[in-house]
């Protein structure tokens, strides 16, 4: 099993800044692909932006500019940079894995979620 630990959410004011962090555990895994998404009340889990394992980026149009996703393979860790945070991102925020067992077989893993409340 891949556990997936998020940190760094919390309250920020309109304009702030927050960098969330996610580290994979376990063993005998390859991660490929790491993402982040989010969930407002009421609404659906929507992706934030992800990295493939060799570098490439995909963000939603409502962060480019503004949210920068960055991962170091060598410690399994997915962080979201975000900059000039605005109150309609407010959200939880979950990380996101899937890869590859070495013996065979892939799999995909969410973190438990972290709260980001941005206020106006």
């Known amino acids: 099993q891949v556990q997936l630990v998020e940190s760094g959410g919390g309250l920020v004011q309109a304009g702030g800044s927050l960098r969330l962090s996610c580290a994979a555990s376990g063993s005998n895994f390859n991660i490929n692909d790491m993402g982040w998404y989010r969930q407002s009340p009421a609404k659906q889990r929507d992706l934030v932006a992800a990295v493939t394992r060799g570098g490439s980026t995909n963000y939603s149009d409502s962060v480019k500019g503004r949210f920068t996703i960055s991962r170091d393979n060598a410690k399994n860790t997915v962080y979201l940079q975000m900059n000039s945070l605005k109150p309609e991102d407010t959200a939880v925020y979950y990380c996101?894995?899937?890869?590859?067992?070495?013996?065979?077989?892939?799999?995909?893993?969410w973190g438990q979620g972290t709260q980001v409340t941005v206020s106006s």
């Open positions: 996101a894995a899937r890869g590859s067992w070495v013996y065979g077989g892939i799999f995909s893993s």
